[in-house]
């Protein structure tokens, strides 16, 4: 027996598929559209759709960018071409600018190596990342990758990788988050902040 009309299950449904959202908040999501007047909701999906039709990948990082050129990153004359730091996803590059410490440029690989996941090196952007690296400009590469199997297995992949260009290779050090306390933090994370450890 079905409670709502198609049209709203097909909604609650199309909510659901989304990250992170369940078959309760798909429900509670589908209701809020309904809610909303017929201009906020047209809106919201013109909103959707645009985004779907104008937002490509830069040519240079891969980073999430409007139309076909490179973003504006890339375009940026006040960041350090020598320094490019790899990261997983769009997502990532948000969080590094967040610290307002970093000052080069970005590679995106929209992914990590998982093999249980079916991703191989030919699924991600690793190729675009060695010609850009074969160009000669780039002098370090910053592994910003999560500290996770799949994030340290792609890192060290991407290492051998770019061994014989001769450049830097570097990765984000890890340890005892600011404000944590050492009595929570595990083993790995403890042996990472000694290794990481630096001069005061």
Known sequence: MEYFPPALEKMVEQFARLPGIGHKTAQRLAFFVLSLPEGEVET?????????????????????TQGEGPCPICASEKRDG????????????????????????????????????GVGPDDLHIKSLLDRV????????????NPDTEG???AMYLSRLLKPFGVKVTRLAYGVPVGGHLEYADDA???RALEGRREM
Not at 110 to 116: A, D, E, K, Q, Y
Not at 135 to 142: C, K, W
């Open 152 to 154: 340290e297995a792609t």
């Open 44 to 64: 919201f999906a013109q909103s959707i759709l645009e985004a779907k039709r104008t937002i490509a990948l830069c040519p240079v990082c891969q980073n999430l």
């Open 82 to 117: 020598s320094q490019v730091c790899v990261v997983a996803d769009p997502k990532d590059v948000i969080a590094m600018e967040r610290a307002r410490e970093y000052r080069g440029k970005y590679h995106v690989l929209h992914g990590v190596l998982s093999p249980m996941n």
């Open 189 to 191: 994370t403890l042996m």
């Open 134 to 145: 074969a160009q000669g400009e780039v002098q370090e590469v910053i592994m910003a990758t």
